[in-house]
Structure formats: structure tokens, C-alpha cells
């Protein structure tokens, strides 16, 4: 069964400094996006990717947010500042189509802000 | 801003029986409704679906149930088993609308 794989699984940074998380989407998937989910929260849209550019961002991806799509197999989340409240599980998806597909999530990089 | 709602945080069933898991929405746009389980540390995994033309799609032990003028979907799962204990969540979506709308979940618990 193809996954999605995302690295770190855990990431510990300090307020202020940059991190970026990474994801392997499902190899002929062309649709991609960020999530996230505080800890005892409902999980949160941040961003879809289609052909290298964004196609929807949510109000939480503000200026501090960028995804990147470098080569031909990963997709990154860049935070530039952290903040603490940025602390979270982010989890990367991917999908073959838009529209009606149940998306391919990764387990998630837990990401803890100090 | 709660568009999808599930107004239960636990549930638990016994193993055999039916677990029925709600959800609620407000947004009318919703055309597209996903359930999603999820076990710790492990992303949320794609169960089933239902268009908003419907009103019932199953697969196997999984039903999802839609009234759409109640805004009100469920899931139901006949015959619960233990490995069905994990946190469901409902999502919708907007037709052309790629991001989903998710709930905030429902920890299932099935007893032996």
C-alpha cells in the first residue's frame, strides 16, 4: 500500500528559529497539503499544492508559512519564525485528483516549540 | 467557528454490538462528507464517503448515513470490533473546495 512519509517524526526547536518539516507524497499523486492538529483540537487546513503553486491557504498560513515543492518526490513546510503556539502535530497529505478522493495522510511530525 | 461538529467525545461499545458516531454540520456548501480514524501517533485514515446526493453509502461493516435537511451525517459499524478503537473523525468539503472541514472527533472505545 503506498503511504505518504513525513520526517522528523518529532521535531523540538526553539521560539524563533526556522524548521522545516518534510513529506514524501504517494509517487502519482499530484495534489498536496498541510494540516495540522493542537493537541486536543480538531485538525486545521493550512495549505493545498497543485502544480507547483498554492491553490488555497487557510488564515492560519500567514507570511511565517511557506511550502515548497523542491524537487520531484518531497514537499516541505517551511515555519520561519516559531512561535509557541505554532506546537503541533502537522500532517502532510497527498491526493490523485481533485475532488471526492479520501486523501492519503502521513503519520505527522509532532512538533514541539520551547 | 465549529462548521462540523461531533458532540461526542467518547463513545464505548461492546464488541459485537453496533457503534454509531455522529456529526453535525452548519455549512450548506458542504457537498462532500469523509470519515476519517485515526489511532495515536499514526495519521488519520480514510473510511468512507458520501456524496451529498445520497443519503446512505456502505462498505462492508461501514455505513454512512446523510439527512441532509437535518445537516446530520452518521457511521455506523456492524459488528464492532476491538481494532475499531480509535478516534473517528468526520470531514466535509465544498464542491471545487479542496480543503476538508474536520470535526473535532470521537474516541471509540470498543470493550470485549
Known amino acids: 500500500e503506498p503511504e505518504v512519509t513525513q520526517t522528523p517524526s518529532h521535531q523540538v526547536t526553539q521560539m524563533g528559529q526556522e524548521v522545516i518539516l518534510r513529506c514524501v507524497p504517494i509517487s502519482n499523486h499530484l495534489y498536496f497539503y498541510w494540516y495540522r492538529q493542537i493537541l486536543g483540537q480538531k485538525v486545521e487546513f493550512l495549505v493545498s499544492f497543485y502544480n507547483n503553486e498554492i491553490s488555497e491557504k487557510s488564515e492560519i498560513f500567514d507570511d511565517q508559512f511557506s511550502v515548497e515543492r523542491p524537487d520531484g518526490s518531497n514537499f516541505t513546510l517551511k515555519i520561519r519564525s516559531t512561535k509557541l503556539e505554532d506546537s503541533a502535530m502537522y500532517f502532510c497529505a497527498s491526493s490523485a485528483g481533485q475532488g471526492n478522493d479520501g486523501y492519503t495522510f502521513g503519520s505527522g511530525t509532532r512538533l514541539t516549540v520551547v | 467557528d465549529q462548521q462540523v461538529k461531533q458532540n461526542s467525545p467518547s463513545l464505548s461499545v461492546q464488541e459485537g454490538r453496533i457503534s454509531i458516531l455522529n456529526c453535525d454540520y452548519t455549512?450548506?456548501?458542504?457537498?462532500?462528507f469523509l470519515w476519517y480514524k485515526k489511532y495515536p501517533a499514526e495519521g488519520p485514515t480514510f473510511l468512507i464517503s458520501i456524496s451529498s446526493i445520497k443519503d446512505k453509502n456502505e462498505d462492508g461493516r461501514f455505513t454512512v448515513f446523510l439527512n441532509k435537511s437535518a445537516k446530520h451525517l452518521s457511521l455506523h459499524i456492524v459488528p464492532s470490533q476491538p481494532g475499531d478503537s480509535a478516534v473517528y473523525f468526520c470531514?466535509?468539503?465544498?464542491?471545487?473546495?479542496?480543503?476538508?472541514?474536520f470535526g473535532t472527533g470521537t474516541r471509540l472505545t470498543i470493550i470485549p
Open positions: 455549512n450548506s456548501m458542504f457537498d462532500y
Open positions: 470531514a466535509a468539503k465544498g464542491f471545487g473546495n479542496e480543503k476538508l472541514t
